[in-house]
């Protein structure tokens, strides 16, 4: 008989998210949606201003991440990247 595992609560990832969250992330590979070219962060095209940024695929001009700072936080949309990689730091 094979029972279907529970599942844990994000809390449960919190070392994992902080091994991702805590590198420089500009460096990092993301892949655009649109087109499914792959490039460094720091390599797409950059449009914004005080309040966020615009990142946009250096390849076909698809919008790849929104990031907005407000007063209580930051908003991080990436529904035009396909996938984000991020080397692992060696131990
Ligand atoms: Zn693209």
Redesign the pocket.
């Known amino acids: 008989m094979s029972e279907k595992p529970l599942p844990l609560d994000g809390n449960s990832a919190a070392g994992l998210l902080s091994e991702l969250f805590a590198v420089e992330i500009t460096g990092a590979s993301i892949t655009?949606?649109?087109?499914?070219?792959a490039a460094p962060i720091g390599a797409a095209r950059l449009y914004g201003g005080r309040m966020g940024a615009v990142f946009r695929?250096?390849?076909?001009?698809?919008v790849?991440v929104r990031l907005v700072r407000t007063p209580e936080g930051y908003w991080l949309e990436m529904k035009g990247a396909r996938s984000l990689f991020v080397q692992a730091r060696g131990d």
């Open positions: 655009c949606d649109g087109c499914h070219h695929c250096a390849h076909c001009e698809n790849v």
